[in-house]
């Protein structure tokens, strides 16, 4: 069983930048396609982007592209989420999720199987 640990969030003004990381355990993250996704308060979880195996392909929303970038370290376990330009409507709580089934990235998160608790963004204006 694979467990994701997000961290990183935190309090940021409209145009600042902030990191999350996904630690990963219990698995090789080498093994897993892995996403991102939020959800805002009052709000259906929503697609950020992707990352395939090996981080070749990436996929994001497009509310985000351009502002952010995913990228993945297998040799640390961990996925990241560089945020930049931040927005007010970025804030939400910020998952990390896991796929070994497919072969490339996707946006529909009940492909995901794995899902960490969770950080929060908070982008002030």
């Known amino acids: 069983q694979v467990q994701l640990v997000e961290s990183g969030g935190g309090l940021v003004q409209a145009g600042g930048s902030l990191r999350l990381s996904c630690a990963v355990s219990?698995?090789?993250?080498?093994?897993?396609?892995m996403g991102w996704f939020r959800q805002a308060p009052g709000k259906e979880r929503e697609f950020v982007g992707a990352?395939?195996?090996?981080?070749?392909?990436?996929q994001y929303a497009g509310s985000v592209l351009g502002r952010f970038t995913i990228s993945r370290d297998d040799a640390k376990n961990t996925v990241y989420l560089q945020m930049n330009s931040l927005k007010p409507e970025d804030t939400a709580v910020y998952y990390c999720a896991a796929d070994r089934l497919r072969t490339t990235p996707t946006m529909r998160n009940n492909n995901y199987n794995s899902w960490g608790q969770g950080t929060q963004v908070t982008v002030s204006s």
């Open positions: 219990g698995r090789t993250l080498s093994l897993y396609i």
């Open positions: 990352i395939s195996r090996g981080g070749g392909s990436t």
